[in-house]
């Protein structure tokens, strides 16, 4: 039995990550994907600084920052690719195909700790798979170019590898691992934007969206640990992959996507291979 609250507490995650990927890629259309990534990931560093303080928590072990920081580099990385697929490309097609593959990977590494996946598991690969061929679909039939669904494939990736990082990371305390993964993804980002000379500061009058942003996001971690903490780490990781639901919804609410009937198929199918893998 998985019990109510670590459930809640996933679907609480995967609201905020999913309204968090609304506001950023949204952002992204207007600023530099960096900048967008870089302030918010500082935003949300200075905010759980000062929620961690405040609540006293004791600072975790050695393994506890070095598994953050590589969840931090991780999701930034996959951020990163996923905002950039969100300006460039329709959010109600990247984000599906991110959630499915971040899903997949979790329950695959809890496979080989706690043992292999029972018959719903199965099936929700099974549907999975069949989701991103239908999403990958035009209207016609005719596949959408491959580099649309590439850039969040491989976001969806690296959203695996920070949800495993960050579950292991988190056995004996909730925010420091959180400034941990917030601080690594921001310094990487940093120094990747001065080496390569790319510019990356975002424009003032967009300031108050990437700080949004940046709150959703932190917010999304801390649900997603707790809910991890209490339950298991493949229910927490599937719950919060749902995270496309809501940002599927807003696109086609407030920027007026259509969404082909092979699409919605597919995108359907998606949350419900997600629902089931978590069961």
Not at 119 to 138: D, E, H
Request: hydrophobic share 55%; net charge neutral; with cysteine.
């Amino acid at each position: 039995m998985i019990g109510f609250i670590p459930v809640v507490l996933g679907l609480a995650s995967a609201l905020a990550w999913g309204v968090a990927d609304f506001t950023g890629g949204l952002a992204a259309k207007r600023t530099n994907v960096f900048g967008v990534v870089i302030m918010g990931e500082a935003v949300g560093m200075v905010l759980i600084t000062i929620l961690a303080v405040i609540q006293g928590e004791p600072v975790p072990p050695l393994y506890s920052w070095v598994l953050g920081g590589v969840a931090g580099i991780s999701g930034g990385v996959g951020i990163s690719l996923l905002y950039r697929a969100l300006a460039d490309g329709q959010m109600s097609v990247a984000a599906p195909v991110s959630g499915v593959v971040a899903a997949i990977i979790p329950v695959i590494f809890n496979a080989g700790v706690e043992g292999l996946p029972g018959s719903l598991t199965f099936t929700g690969f099974v549907l999975a798979l069949a989701a991103v061929w239908l999403i990958s679909r035009n209207e016609d039939g005719t596949p959408i170019h491959l580099k649309i669904l590439a850039l969040p494939a491989a976001a969806g990736v690296t959203f695996g590898l920070f949800f495993i990082c960050m579950h292991q990371a988190s056995q004996f305390s909730t925010f420091w691992p959180i400034v941990a993964s917030r601080s690594s993804s921001m310094v990487s980002l940093l120094v990747f934007v001065i080496i390569t000379r790319q510019p990356w500061q975002p424009q003032r009058p967009h300031w108050p969206l990437i700080a949004l942003n940046g709150l959703l996001d932190v917010a999304g971690n801390v649900f997603y640990i707790l809910s991890g903490q209490i339950g298991r780490l493949d229910v927490a990781a599937v719950l919060g992959s749902l995270y496309p639901g809501s940002t599927v919804v807003l696109a086609s609410m407030l920027l007026k996507e259509r969404i082909t009937r092979l699409q919605t198929i597919g995108i359907l199918l998606a949350l419900i291979a997600i629902g089931l893998i978590a069961l």
